[in-house]
């Protein structure tokens, strides 16, 4: 790729002899360390809590979408993974509109006004699988209709949240707050960055894909059904998050990552907790994913903790660790849940585990008590924070042709 820029607002769009001005851009998935579960306002996706994510390197893991406006157009259109889906879904509705409006607020003559759009949108990880892809495409949505339609970048989390409730994290790049707010019409409800990429380079993810296929109960669903069922809900989002909000956004400034660690284990261990107090439960996590937990507890008690685990809602662990520790990490991992002959096992930073015998120091060799998984984890995307959408200029790139026509 040549990216221009780390922004999304770049010069004019491209504009070919057919009159279809086109733009692309990347945007990244992002990890929660502070679970966002529940909404007080389902319409206009309001949180019960506030939320703080770390930002994924776009190397390994983003969602790429082109938008393309046109005269010739007769209607919406949008394609998700090289399948035409229904443009008046209500959430792509209300990104269009909102983004349309800022357009026409800025200038009522807006020479995009009269035309209609298509979408092409493509993830380079399974989608629905717990790894955040709604939140990657739907910052992917907002973020090239904005630079298509030359709206200003400040208001745009306000609209990703209207689309996918977590994609307002995925507007910025390093670490993300996405405040709850208390007013009504959402206006402050937005999210907010508490370090760049670069303020903690040393910091690397491993997603450890347990089951890339679609979850079994949506978000969404989940997430209501808590609500109306959940006894524990209040005090986690009155008590708990709140604190935990405050004392994460210190560990991160000061790069205590013990500190980051522990609030991040003990948030995913009570948002788990939360949904299993839903009536009926949810069980996210399955078999494989308890082993991980208790394999990086026992490695976690030897030296002090290096591993910290977070669930999202899905089986697929993700681990936040230091670069320093993760070859003794991947080599773990690879020993006890790769299976035997598993090819591409590793993909991102790193292209091969570990050896063992000599990555693992003795005193973790002994601590290790573990039956071990084999085959429990299908692959490994070793990856680390980075940056916000980005916009992308080459045609080999583009998803929709210079004609109009998608590229799928």
């Not at 209607?75 to 879904?89: R, Y």
């Not at 979408?119 to 399974?126: K, L």
């Not at 999210?191 to 690397?204: I, L, R």
């Not at 560990?251 to 522990?262: N, Q, R, V, Y």
Request: aromatic share 6%.
């Amino acid at each position: 790729w040549k990216v221009s820029g780390v922004g999304i607002m770049e010069p004019a769009a491209k504009t070919s002899k057919m009159d279809v001005k086109r733009v692309t851009c990347t945007a990244p998935v992002n990890i929660a360390v502070i679970k966002y579960w529940g909404k007080r306002d389902t319409k206009l996706l309001l949180p019960i809590n506030s939320s703080l994510s770390g930002t994924l390197d776009q190397a390994e893991l983003h969602a790429r979408t082109t938008v393309a406006a046109s005269s010739a157009f007769t209607e919406d259109e949008i394609w998700l993974n090289s399948t035409q889906e229904d443009i008046n879904n209500p959430r792509l509705q209300n990104v269009l509109c909102s983004i349309r409006a800022l357009a026409l607020k800025k200038d009522a003559n807006h020479p995009l006004k009269d035309m209609k759009v298509k979408i092409v949108s493509r993830n380079n990880f399974p989608t629905a699988a717990g790894l955040a892809s709604s939140a990657a495409g739907y910052a992917c949505l907002v973020a090239s209709l904005a630079r298509l339609f030359g709206v200003e970048d400040e208001e745009l989390t306000k609209i990703s949240r209207v689309g996918s409730g977590s994609s307002c994290r995925s507007l910025m790049g390093g670490f993300v707050r996405w405040e709850m707010g208390i007013r009504d019409d959402g206006e402050d409800s937005i999210a907010s960055q508490v370090a760049p990429e670069s303020h903690w380079p040393e910091m690397e993810i491993l997603v450890l894909v347990v089951n890339a296929g679609k979850k079994g109960v949506s978000s969404t669903s989940g997430m209501q059904q808590t609500c109306k069922t959940s006894d524990l809900i209040d005090h986690r989002a009155n008590v708990v998050v709140p604190k935990r909000m405050a004392e994460i956004e210190e560990a991160i400034l000061k790069k205590d990552f013990e500190s980051f660690a522990t609030i991040t284990m003990k948030e995913s261990n009570q948002f788990h907790a939360t949904c299993l107090d839903t009536y009926p439960p949810i069980f996210y996590m399955n078999d494989t994913s308890k082993s991980i937990i208790q394999l990086l507890t026992q490695y976690n008690d030897v030296n002090g903790i290096k591993a910290a685990y977070t669930y999202d809602a899905g089986p697929n662990c993700v681990i936040y660790c230091l670069k320093e520790d993760t070859p003794t990490i991947l080599s773990m991992i690879g020993k006890y849940f790769k299976a035997d002959g598993a090819e591409n096992f590793i993909r991102g930073r790193s292209t091969s585990i570990p050896e063992y015998a000599t990555t693992v120091s003795d005193d973790v060799k002994k601590a290790i008590n573990h039956p071990g998984d084999k085959g429990g984890v299908q692959y490994i995307i070793h990856t680390g924070i980075g940056p916000g959408p980005q916009t992308l200029v080459d045609e080999e790139d583009q998803l929709i042709s210079q004609k109009g026509e998608p590229i799928i």
